[in-house]
Structure formats: C-alpha cells, structure tokens
T-cell receptor, first 114, second 112 residues
Framework: EAQVTQNPRYLITVTGKKLTVTCSQN?????MSWYRQDPGLGLRQIYY???????DKGDVPEGYKVSRKEKRNFPLILESPSPNQTSLYFC???FGSGQGGGYTFGSGTRLTVV | AQSVTQLDSQVPVFEEAPVELRCNYS??????LFWYVQYPNQGLQLLLK??????LVKGINGFEAEFNKSQTSFHLRKPSVHISDTAEYFC??????????FGSGTKLNVKP
C-alpha cells in the first residue's frame, strides 16, 4: 500500500529534550515536506526537500532541523523543544516539480512539550 | 506570490442538503488545484484535483469542484451531504518549485 508513515503518533516530552519524528514513504517520491497544524492557522510548512541531500526552509523553520540522506526518509529533529512547538505535525510527499500530483500525507504526530 | 483564501471557517448544514465550500486563489502562473479532507484525528486525504482539461472535476465521496479561471475560484460542492462528511476541508494550490499553499480550512458540520 502506498503510504507515508510517521512515528510516533503521540509524544509528550519536556522542554529541552531532543527528539526526532520519523517519516518514511514508499512511493519513490522526490519531494517531501513537514507541516505543522495549529488551530486557526491552518497548515504551515516547516521544511521541505526536493530530493536526496537537498533541503530548504519553509515558512516556520525556527527550532527545527531536517535531513534527507535517503529518498524514502525525511526525519524532523527538534534539538531543544519548547512549549510553543506543541502542535500537530504532518509529513507529506509528492512527485517532483513539473508534475501535477498532490501530496500524500502521513497520519500525523501530536507533540506536547511541557 | 500565491495564496489561497477559504472564505468560510465553518459551514453548518443539514443532512441531505447541498453544500458549497468556497475557495479563491491568487496566482500569476498556471496552477494545480486540490481539495483535501481531514477527518477528526486523521491526516489529510486527497478529495480531488484539477491539473488541466475539463474545468469540472469529480472526486471521491460524491464531491466535485469547478475551476473558474476568470474568477480564480475552485469551489467544492456536494448535492446531498451525509453525517459522515463532517470534517475539515482544505483547498490548496501547487505553484512554482512544487510549493503547496493551503487555505486556512473550512469545518463542515453536518447535522441530522
């Protein structure tokens, strides 16, 4: 089954404790992206990757890091989480620029930073 | 710059009634247009997309949308809604460099 898999689904952590949210896709998509969803603000892009070893900032990158060492994986790293990073996070993937395909989204990771 | 506006944050409707969720976009280039649905505690699922060709696009669950270039709109419609259609709906535009722009979402609340 074609899918984007995120782990964990739920995470509660304390301020300052480094964490990683994993994302993996099995569709050979070039493009991967991370979003956060907050009430009243919709979806905001954190980082995206056009292909392996190519990443760039989205609209709200502060406090986050990403890497794209393999085509299928795109982990999101919070080096020192803070309470304002409490949010619902989505990973998404699609075929590359010039192709009309839409995103396939993961099921989301609900992160709470206390 | 591209942007997407969903004019209604919430739309209440009775079961079996028709519904229209409005979406307007701004873009200076050709765009691809999408509607996504998010059920409670789930990720976003693609409802339908407009890439080219016929301006009337049919999607899953009986939804359809019409691309109107002159009005820069891509409104979502369903002739008869069900309780199970209660969800949040997002309009999105895919512009240059594969970047997606999402609207702020419309919560559809179907009442019995």
């Amino acid at each position: 089954e074609a899918q984007v898999t995120q782990n964990p689904r739920y995470l509660i952590t304390v301020t300052g404790k480094k964490l990683t949210v994993t994302c993996s896709q099995n569709m050979n998509h070039e493009y991967m992206s991370w979003y956060r969803q907050d009430p009243g603000l919709g979806l905001r892009q954190i980082y995206y990757s056009m292909n392996v070893e190519v990443t760039d900032k989205g609209d709200v990158p502060e406090g986050y890091k990403v890497s794209r060492k393999e085509k299928r994986n795109f982990p999101l790293i919070l080096e020192s989480p803070s309470p304002n990073q409490t949010s619902l996070y989505f990973c998404a993937s699609s075929f590359g620029s010039g192709q009309g395909g839409g995103y396939t989204f993961g099921s989301g990771t609900r992160l709470t930073v206390v | 710059a591209q942007s997407v506006t969903q004019l209604d944050s919430q739309v209440p409707v009775f079961e079996e009634a028709p519904v229209e969720l409005r979406c307007n976009y701004s873009s200076s280039v050709s765009v691809y247009l999408f509607w996504y649905v998010q059920y409670p505690n789930q990720g976003l699922q693609l409802l339908l997309k407009y890439l080219s060709g016929s301006t009337l696009v049919k999607g899953i669950n009986g939804f359809e949308a019409e691309f109107n270039k002159s009005q820069t709109s891509f409104h979502l419609r369903k002739p008869s809604v069900h309780i199970s259609d209660t969800a949040e709906y997002f309009c999105a535009v895919k512009g240059n460099f594969n970047k997606f722009y999402f609207g702020s979402g419309t919560k559809l609340n179907v009442k019995p």
